[in-house]
T-cell receptor
């Protein structure tokens, strides 16, 4: 079973910020928090990942709670192209196995023009 | 930017036929995976492959499925005798290492079994 919980769906207006939450209350000290997204009819695409500190890249920001039991993916200005299913996934630092890379149902983000 | 390439993009086959789906992982990656996604459902793990052998497999990956890396660049998934329920998108992924390393996925191969 997936070790994360996310809202089923969210909606945003174009060019506004979007905060996508993820709960992972049973996270272990060696779990990395990964975010992927799946655009319609495409394969999953890496967005961002982190361990303890907040992370920024050209696509998004990742805010990790101090106790690491939750995190938030932040899209600073949503575009129509950001409409996708967003997955929050935990991956153990020592793991090189796909079995531990479990996709839940994710959050379907709709972006309104 | 390096990418994972999958062929064919779409294959239609008759039930009972053999199908081979091909993937070219990123060249310096060491760990390879197959996932599948039935229409409207979650992405499901099938198999991991490292050092020329299967590392782990899910319950879905039964005796009808096999994987190999025949030439050091291609990574293939074979379904020996397809069933209707094998109709799905099949995604190949690769990564260079453990937990902190990201998985790079291909665009997928859509398999339709009639």
């Amino acid at each position: 079973d997936a070790k994360t919980t996310q809202p089923n769906s969210m909606e945003s207006n174009e060019e506004e910020p979007v905060h996508l939450p993820c709960n992972h209350s049973t996270i272990s000290g060696t779990d990395y928090i990964h975010w992927y997204r799946q655009l319609p009819s495409q394969g999953p695409e890496y967005v961002i990942h982190g361990l303890t500190s907040n992370v920024n890249n050209r696509m998004a920001s990742l805010a990790i709670a101090e106790d690491r039991k939750s995190s938030t993916l932040i899209l600073h200005r949503a575009t129509l192209r950001d409409a996708a299913v967003y997955y929050c996934i935990l991956r153990d630092y020592y793991s090189n196995y796909g079995q531990n890379f479990v996709f839940g149902p994710g959050t379907r983000l709709s972006v309104l023009p | 930017e390096p990418e994972v390439t999958q062929t064919p993009s779409h294959q239609v086959t008759q039930m009972g036929q053999e199908v081979i789906l091909r993937c070219v992982p990123i060249s310096n990656h060491l760990y390879f995976y197959w996932y599948r996604q039935i229409l409207g459902q979650k992405v499901e793990f099938l198999v991991s492959f490292y050092n020329n052998e299967i590392s782990e497999k899910s319950e879905i990956f039964d005796d009808q499925f096999s994987v190999e890396r025949p030439d050091g660049s291609n990574f293939t998934l074979k379904i020996r005798s397809t069933k209707l329920e094998d109709s799905a998108m099949y995604f190949c992924a690769s990564t260079g290492g453990r937990g902190a390393n990201v998985l790079t996925f291909g665009a997928g191969s859509r398999l339709t079994v009639l």
